[in-house]
């Protein structure tokens, strides 16, 4: 009977851990944008080259040649995307996470949902993003200039809405950050406070550009930047309404 006892005691132990990890990336109350559409935990074992979606929709992508899977750091495993000097030649396309472009990972016109949980030091790079300016299609992304997170949709008739953390995150210190567009605007919350919101409406937004992780997936560093992020990514969450 005690033996039985231990192993329900630590049958109770592992699932109140599982519960604690799956209540880490769960939607916040009030979410509009609830339903997962891919999912990157980013614990894939070193010298791995496929980016694994556990969502259950299957779309994996592509972990680029110079990232550091399986980088342990402050209690997380996470990808790391090493330092390089901000907008000089060449482009370096190994530094990029990168899934395929599909319609999936539009935000259309339905409410939509970003989530990552990263840390980093430096003061630049563009964190994640489908589509660039200038395309067809319209475009979202993330960009963290003098370390404040900036979270922007532009629709395909180039009207944008721009929130952003207001202060600078570029502690070294994990932070869980979510983007949220709805019908009434952009919304930021970082580690569960509602940060900024940009109110109003944003149209369509599909194009044909893969979703990339930690900079530009067109650019040379000579006509168009490649505005790499240098950091810590532990999970990365695409959610849609």
């Not at 000089?88 to 935000?107: C, E, F, Q």
């Not at 940009?198 to 599909?206: M, N, V, Y």
């Amino acid at each position: 009977m005690r033996a039985r006892g231990r192993v329900g005691l630590v049958a109770m132990v592992v699932t109140a851990v599982t519960q604690a990890v799956t209540l880490s990336i769960v939607s916040p109350a009030g979410a509009a944008a609830t339903t997962t559409i891919a999912l990157y935990e980013m614990n894939e074992p070193a010298g791995s080259t496929v980016l694994v979606d556990s969502s259950g929709s299957g779309l994996n992508g592509t972990i680029g040649s110079e990232v550091l899977a399986s980088t342990v750091v402050m209690g997380a495993t996470a990808h790391r995307f090493q330092y390089m000097q901000p907008n000089t030649p060449p482009a370096h396309p190994g530094h990029l996470d990168s899934v395929p472009n599909t319609s999936k990972l539009d935000p259309g016109t339905a409410d939509y949902a970003v989530t990552m949980r990263v840390r980093w030091t430096n003061n630049f790079g563009n964190m994640i993003q489908k589509g660039q300016s200038g395309g067809a299609g319209g475009y979202f992304k993330w960009e963290a200039p003098s370390g404040v997170v900036h979270c922007l949709f532009r629709d395909s008739n180039r009207i944008s809405k721009t929130a952003s953390s207001k202060t600078p995150l570029n502690d070294g210190q994990w932070h869980t950050i979510r983007c949220e567009r709805t019908a009434a605007g952009v919304t930021m919350t970082v580690d569960g406070v509602k940060r900024s919101m940009a109110k109003g409406k944003t149209g369509s937004i599909s194009n044909a550009k893969p979703l990339t992780i930690a900079g530009k997936g067109t650019c040379d560093q000579i006509t168009v930047t490649c505005d790499y992020f240098v950091g810590d990514v532990d999970w990365v969450r695409v959610e849609k309404g």
